[in-house]
């Protein structure tokens, strides 16, 4: 049985300099199964969307510690993606029927 489809924390962890767009440590979006709460700019927004999108429907990266915590840099910030395991979306059912 698996269960599929999390919330994701993400957070501004770092600033490696300026943020052109005005990101600041401790900003943070959170991504639901139909809503985005938050603010993210156009250039984070397509560089985190891969990595977002693999890590909400269950990927884990084998250099990641923790396999609910990634993070991603974007320019001079670093972004942590925290999955939310509590708020499943789908869960696959056993086929009881035979």
């Known amino acids: 049985m698996g269960e599929y489809g999390f919330p994701i ?3 501004v962890k770092k ?6 767009n005005g990101h600041k440590v401790g900003d943070q979006v959170l991504f639901g199964q139909m809503e985005i709460k938050g603010k993210l700019c156009n250039g984070a927004w397509r560089t985190i969307y891969p990595t977002l999108y693999a890590f ?9 510690k923790n396999r609910d915590i990634t993070t991603v840099p ?3 910030v670093v ?7 509590k708020n499943v979306w789908y869960t696959e059912k056993e086929d009881h029927a035979k």
Do not use: M, S, V, Y
């Open 15 to 20: 600033l490696n300099g300026p943020c052109d």
């Open 56 to 64: 909400q429907w269950g990927a884990e990266f084998p250099w990641d």
């Open 9 to 11: 924390i993400l957070t």
């Open 74 to 76: 974007c320019h001079n």
């Open 79 to 85: 972004f942590e993606l925290k999955r939310d395991r």
